[in-house]
């Protein structure tokens, strides 16, 4: 049965008194030369067992105790799945792609940003020139 105490020093000490103050009742009643009564008997096991609640309590006390820097470095880093080996299907398909097709982009539609780029400059490019021979005439 744990013993849900902040301090047992306190406990300990009132303990002591308690089993002290029995232990004189019964040698100033009985005599020095009788065992000791129940109340004694269940005053010491009580001591006995916040000692060792005590001593369980320094020894954890004393274990190292987690830090944040050991938190970072046992994080779980995964590691990358082993990529399934290509089937002659796909090994046909990549043949079929011409030769300045990406293999990743064989699915996509439409112009790359250098295109676009390209496309814009040209078309303002035209605009002003078209601009000059209107303004010309």
Known sequence: MPIRIASLTHRIAKNGAMLHKATLDRVHSLG?????SEIEQ???????LLKEERAKRQAQAEQ????????LVRT?????KEKPKATKEAKATEAKAPKGAKAGKAGKAGPTRAEKSAAKA?????????????AKT
Do not use: V, Y
Not at 64 to 71: H, Y
């Open 76 to 80: 779980h880093h995964p590691q990358a």
């Open 32 to 36: 020095a030369d009788h065992e000791p």
């Open 42 to 48: 269940t005053l010491a096991e009580e001591r006995r």
């Open 64 to 71: 190292p105790r987690a830090k944040a820097i050991d938190k």
């Open 122 to 134: 040209s078309a303002l490019d035209a605009a002003r020139r078209a601009g000059k021979k209107s």
